[in-house]
Antibody
Framework: EVQLLESGGGLVQPGGSLRLSCAAS????????MSWVRQAPGKGLEWVSA????????YYADSVKGRFTISRDNSKNTLFLQMNSLRAEDTAVYYC???????????????WGQGTLVTVSS | DIQMTQSPSSLSASVGDRVTITCRAS??????LNWYQQKPGKAPKLLIS???RLQSGVPSTFSGGGSGAAFTLTISSLQPEDFATYYC?????????FGQGTKVEVK
């Protein structure tokens, strides 16, 4: 059974940093690209970032480019999102999602974690 | 970025009703269109990929159609567990973009 378990969310002040983790199990993690998607309270879904199976290719939404960094440790089956210079508008539930392919060529998200809440507020 | 527009934003329906949700893309995305279901407090769940490919375990009451820039999600007979918010998403290019969602509520 595929499982994705996010952690690392919490309350942070504007300008602060957080590192999210997503522990994967139930599939060969190193064979699939992964994404982060967020959802602000009461709002829709917004794609944030994606990474290829090997980690050699990364992609970002314009809204987070230069502030967020996606990475993965295939030896530990874990996906990360380092978030710096956080803003109030980054407040959201952050989901990690497994993609159906190795490469980030077409982002079909077939499994999602339960999400972790990030709140940016003073 | 490709803009995805769903209609309606919400609808009220009864168990057993046939429900259709429309999703329009701002450009031709061929059949690179996916549908997700989200229940309150839960993660989205992939229902249909590539316009019409039903995911394993998804009831056959769900179907998807369309191509190019206009797509539909149809629930042929609404069940109690189908009351949720539905999102379309294009996977034609990066960034992938979502529609704003359609909330299916109890009439």
């Amino acid at each position: 059974e595929v499982q994705l378990l996010e952690s690392g969310g919490g309350l942070v002040q504007p300008g602060g940093s957080l590192r999210l983790s997503c522990a994967a199990s139930g599939f060969t993690f190193s064979n699939y690209a992964m994404s982060w998607v967020r959802q602000a309270p009461g709002k829709g879904l917004e794609w944030v970032s994606a990474i290829s199976d090997s980690g050699s290719s990364t992609y970002y939404a314009d809204s987070v480019k230069g502030r967020f960094t996606i990475s993965r440790d295939n030896s530990k089956n874990t996906l990360f999102l380092q978030m710096n210079s956080l803003r109030a508008e980054d407040t959201a539930v952050y989901y990690c999602a497994k993609l159906v392919l190795r490469a980030v060529t077409t982002q079909i998200m077939d499994y999602w974690g339960q999400g972790t809440l990030v709140t940016v507020s003073s | 970025d490709i803009q995805m527009t769903q209609s309606p934003s919400s609808l009220s329906a009864s168990v057993g009703d046939r429900v259709t949700i429309t999703c329009r893309a701002s450009q031709n995305i061929r059949t690179y269109l996916n549908w997700y279901q989200q229940k309150p407090g839960k993660a989205p769940k992939l229902l249909i990929s590539a316009t019409s490919r039903l995911q394993s375990g998804v009831p056959s009451t769900f179907s998807g159609g369309g191509s190019g820039a206009a797509f539909t999600l149809t629930i042929s007979s609404l069940q109690p567990e189908d009351f949720a918010t539905y999102y379309c998403q294009q996977s034609f290019n990066t960034p992938p973009t979502f529609g704003q969602g359609t909330k299916v509520e109890v009439k």
